[in-house]
């Protein structure tokens, strides 16, 4: 008996482990892998015919973003972010789509590498909101931010399958319902027992319990002994 409970105890462990903890991996120019079967996937936002745009603050420029396939800029289609003047014909590509790199720390970080030393990062908000993309700022110079608000940024279930951590609950929950269903069926029905002794292991898991109640008690006898102790001192 103390075998099975030391291995639902591991069963346990290993669920943490697998269920809630992994690396981030990078599965395409616009797809991020997160732990837990999870995923953001920006390919509804793919739209280099109407790409996203936003005015920049003085209103000179316009700044266009595609996160997916890339868009024409300086007659270059390599870009997903381009800046173009609204006086004149100029363009700076400033996010080269095959530069990208994403990241996820409670919310999805774009960044890209663009021509002259230029940097850009989107960072992609989970919202309700319907795709709201805007420029922030140029700070410092050739340094650009931008804030794109989606639900597309949210991260969703890479599919239905289960991970394995719940899998492991889900075994050591059927497999502790059946041990006592199964258990006080045969002592109930095959056995004829009654009371108390239709629990499966009852003076087991009688002395488990004070087995527990015995160390947390002790537990907390050395921690008020401790205490004391400093206190004298």
Not at 17 to 43: M, R, W
Request: hydrophobic share 35%; charged share 20%; net charge positive.
């Amino acid at each position: 008996m103390k075998l099975f409970v030391e291995y639902c105890v591991f069963f346990l462990f290993l669920s943490q482990i697998f269920g809630y903890y992994g690396h981030f991996l990078e599965s395409s120019k616009c797809k991020l892998a997160l732990p837990n079967n999870q995923k953001v996937d920006l390919t509804p936002l793919d739209n280099p015919n109407d790409p996203m745009s936003s005015p920049d603050i003085v209103g000179d420029y316009k700044f266009f973003y595609n996160p997916c396939t890339p868009i024409s800029c300086k007659k270059s289609k390599t870009s997903a972010i381009c800046q173009k003047s609204l006086t004149s014909e100029d363009e700076f590509n400033i996010g080269i789509l095959k530069t990208i790199i994403l990241t996820f720390n409670y919310s999805l970080s774009i960044d890209y590498n663009g021509d002259g030393d230029r940097l850009s990062t989107v960072n992609c908000v989970c919202s309700k909101v319907e795709n709201n993309f805007k420029f922030i700022k140029e700070d410092p110079e050739k340094t650009y931010i931008f804030e794109l608000n989606s639900k597309w940024c949210c991260p969703r279930n890479e599919n239905n399958s289960l991970s394995l951590g719940s899998i492991l609950l889900i075994v050591f929950f059927s497999v502790i319902i059946s041990y006592f269903v199964l258990g006080f069926v045969i002592l109930k029905f095959l056995m004829k027992k009654t009371g108390k002794e239709t629990i499966p292991h009852y003076d087991v898991w009688l002395s488990f319990g004070k087995n527990i109640k015995t160390g947390v008690s002790f537990s907390f006898s050395k921690l008020k002994s401790s205490k004391d102790t400093y206190d004298t001192l």
